[in-house]
């Protein structure tokens, strides 16, 4: 009786050294931060987007994490505005694909996430400048010992905060929609996101003043 030969399975590993490996790293966030427009991760499937102008870097990329994480399968597409790649792994790979996946999008230079970020903390800072105003009037006077320099800043800035974050969060969109006619694709999940909850507390800055004096007597009575 013959049995059937089975087909080795490859290593769930990278084979590069270590100092090969950080060189790699080095070369493949180069391009990201240089070339990736967009990405997208669905499960154990990463699609990354990048312009048409970084097409041999992309392929070399491509041609190298093929040799060294033979686990990993690369899809590449092509066509005049950018070249597209889909990089997939096994279910059981699936903790290594997580940190694989990681180092592909760990700089993305020409995303919408900075904008993103900047438009949440200064909404989220905006905000917090409403409650600052009545918080002399719930909170305890021991906490108040320490905290009331930077509440009274808190409530003096809620005008410029609310007018700068209304800017950001504006500038935030205006990004994304510059991004999504650029690329042609939507934009990151999270993105969206971001700006959306920034959007959210731009519109409760905005609206304290109508709802301030009702607390504030509501409080204070």
């Not at 970084?54 to 033979?70: H, L, N, P, T």
């Not at 592909?104 to 105003?133: K, Q």
Request: a positive charge; glycine letters at 6%; proline letters at 5%.
């Amino acid at each position: 009786m013959v049995s059937a030969a089975t087909t080795p399975q490859p290593t769930i590993a990278c084979t590069l050294s270590a100092g090969d490996y950080r060189e790699r790293l080095k070369e493949i966030r180069g391009i990201a931060r240089d070339a990736l427009k967009s990405y997208d991760k669905k499960g154990l499937v990463l699609t990354l987007r990048y312009d048409a102008s970084a097409a041999d870097r992309v392929i070399k990329m491509v041609r190298r994490e093929q040799e060294c994480c033979a686990f990993l399968n690369f899809a590449v597409r092509e066509d005049t505005r950018q070249i597209v790649v889909s990089v997939s792994a096994p279910a059981e790979a699936r903790l290594a694909a997580e940190t694989m996946f990681e180092q592909f999008v760990a700089t993305n230079g020409n995303s919408s996430n900075t904008p993103a970020r900047v438009a949440l903390v200064c909404a989220g800072m905006a905000a917090a400048c409403g409650p600052a105003c009545v918080a002399p009037m719930v909170l305890p006077p021991f906490i108040l010992a320490g905290t009331s320099t930077i509440l009274a800043w808190f409530a003096d800035a809620h005008i410029w905060m609310t007018a700068l974050a209304v800017l950001s969060v504006g500038i935030a969109w205006a990004w994304i929609w510059f991004e999504t006619i650029k690329s042609g694709q939507r934009p990151n999940k999270s993105t969206t996101y971001t700006v959306g909850i920034a959007t959210l507390l731009v519109l409760l800055a905005l609206t304290w003043p109508l709802f301030e004096f009702a607390l504030t007597q509501s409080l204070g009575g």
